[in-house]
């Protein structure tokens, strides 16, 4: 990179554009001159683009023709270290730069110029008379000594109506000022009183806080059981942070949590942070963006894209529930936000703390060979404990047909029921059945575009297509034999398990939590409440519930069926079931009464099963990596899944074999290339998926080879081509 760090007018200018070119554009630099780094408006043919000041120009291109930036726009311009991220990233994860370049900048607006409002100040003017409401303005206005506010907060804080505040505008007591939209985030101030924290929480708060003092790069596996205060403890190093003058981001991997951390956040630290993820409004996320860019957002609570924020000084990433699924985007850009973080962290001298109560084995490796430090956090608060996990063995119980709970856990419920607590049944299956099945000639219906069955969502009386979202009526008459009347549902969803439950429990509050049933995150995070607040006894949840909710009447944990991981063909597949099994157990007697965890299993020998419940997860980490090692896969290998996908099935195979046999880069690296195979799920809206894996030893430049092995791919027609780095899931 050049040491250039400032462009005369008329300079050559080396712009990085985010529209898919796969070069920089030279400009010449308007008039003012531009800085290294300066977000600018260029032209490129008859349109506007955004992009940003990479260097000096490369000089290849007829100074004659050069166009000119039009111009800078007015927020601070792209840190070195930030470049240099992309850069990594866009190597890593094997991204044309544009498409990071899209991720850094997904702020609404941006290339607007700042807008403005109205605010009012205290002016000279004195009222013609003082009543009671104008006096209540005016006291407002005095104890934020000199502080503007819009007629609408003036308004509410005072406690009158508008036209109060309207009158002493008019009578100039009040005077009218303009003033940018994107206003400042309130001040966090660390020295605010934290929780009492037990001798365990402050020791690791402690060292958490050195790591913050140390101004190094550095991650740490904070692990600790569900409530044993993990939260509370990484707040601590926030507040390091932000004594040291740096700033932090907390990475949160569902949007309904939020709301509760957010008032955590606001207890500790006297004001709310910012928040960045999709269900923010346009005009917060553009705020974001830019307070971020100036240091007035102290701290960010966000989803895995808030890691491309321009954080003028990052000195502090949290990644909570750092096992989580969600932190891989699966679409677009494949990356994983765990990584990132550290990749992100490392450039900027700043911590990294991964907590979790069931780290990924990545994670639990790298703390074992001491490339992390390792926090661990063992009592729970108060006197709750963790609850008593035990199996239902299944062959053993008498269900009657199409139904799933059995009378061991229905039991449980019943003693729940009679004591006013709360049962939560876990199913990770939305929709009311998973197949349906024609009963005179066994055909089931599938989805016309993928290769998927349809799954029967009852409440909006559809079939549904999870791979692409397609829906479809019930069919009356069988669309293979054309037998009417014969369909039906087989194996439970959650919503087929709703309706056993209310039929064992007629008196029973029954509330379903299933993504797919509420119409927003805010609806989502209300009916949370709600269950918090006792208005449920029972409560049928899929993965959703795993995450963190706190129910304090919670008592009972029911697993309708804890072998449903276990199958399929993913590497992950028992690293997931224990994660999520624990974290579904973990949700019972979290306060102060002690809880109970039923696994309902055909396979109570299963050495998953008996991990998860014989609770020593050192051992079950240990086996694991021990064959993951023998196999040579992550995390002590490296792989990359290659996907090509194409309308024509013949084309996409043509172009996977063709891609085996000139596996040279691959090899000469020690790299195995398996495939080309159909993909897991052959055909996803109406095109054929085929796969590749790549296999390589660990510490080997994996992804220059992939780079040089596809750069002379040329792809004809509809047909595409992705890389996925460290796949996490086989799709
Ligand atoms: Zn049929
Ligand atoms: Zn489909």
Known sequence: MSGQEFFQA????????????????????????????????????????????????????????????IRVLDVAPMRTEMRQFLGKAADYTLTPMPAMLRLATRAPGLSDPPSMRKILRRGDGVPDRMTDARSRVLGVLEDYGGLAFTPRELADMADVTPSV???????????????????????????????????DQAKAAQALAEGVHSGCYGTTLLKGVTGSGKTEVYLEAVAAALRAGRQALVLLPEIALTAEFLTRVEARFGAKPAEWHSGATMTERRRVWKMVGQGAAQLVIGARSSLFLPFRDLGLIIVDEEHDTSYKQEDGVLYSARDMAVLRAAMCSAQVVLASATPSLETWANAEAGKYKRLNLTSRFGASVLPDMRAVDMRSEDLLPSTWISPT???????????????????????FAPVTICRACGAQVACDHCDARMVEHRFMKRLMCHQCGE???????????????????????????AEEAAALFPEARIAVLSSD????????????????????????????????????LLTLVGVIDADLGLQGSDLRAAER?????????GRAGRAERPGEALMQTFQPEHPVIRAILSGDEENFWKAEAAERQAAGVPPYGRMAGIILSGPDLAAVFDLGNAMARNDGPLRRIGAQLFG????????????????????????????????????????????????????????
């Open 10 to 69: 008329g300079e050559r200018v080396g712009v990085l554009t985010t529209q898919p070119l796969d070069r920089l554009l030279d400009y010449r630099a308007p008039e003012g001159g531009c800085f290294l780094g300066a977000y600018v408006e260029v032209p490129l043919g008859p349109r506007k683009v955004l992009g940003v000041v990479w260097g000096p120009g490369a000089g290849d291109f007829d100074s004659a023709k050069l166009r000119a930036v």
């Open 165 to 199: 505040v309207k009158g002493l505008v008019k009578q100039g007591t009040l005077r009218e000022e303009e003033a940018p939209r994107d206003t400042p985030y309130p001040h966090l101030d660390p020295e605010l009183p934290s929780k009492q924290l037990t001798e």
């Open 409 to 431: 856990l229905k039991q449980a419920m019943k003693l729940r029921m009679e004591r006013g607590e709360q049962s939560l049944l876990f199913l990770n299956r939305r929709g």
């Open 471 to 497: 829906t479809k009526p019930v069919p009356e008459a069988c669309p293979s034999c054309e037998v009417e009347g014969k369909m039906a549902p087989v194996g439970p969803g959650i919503e087929r398990l």
């Open 517 to 552: 049933l509420f119409g927003s995150a805010r609806a989502l995070k209300q009916r949370i409440e709600e269950i918090a607040a006792g208005e449920a006894d029972i409560i049928l949840g899929t993965q959703l519930v795993a995450k963190g909710h706190n129910f304090p």
């Open 577 to 585: 079931t224990f994660q999520l099994m624990r974290q579904v157990a």
């Open 676 to 731: 080309p195979a159909p993909a897991p799920i052959a055909r996803v809206r109406g095109r054929h998926r085929v796969r590749l894996l790549v296999k390589a030893p660990k510490g080997v430049p994996l992804q220059e080879a992939l780079a040089r092995w596809t750069a002379p791919l040329r792809l004809k027609g509809d047909l595409r081509l992705s890389i996925d780095i460290d796949p996490q899931s086989f799709f």
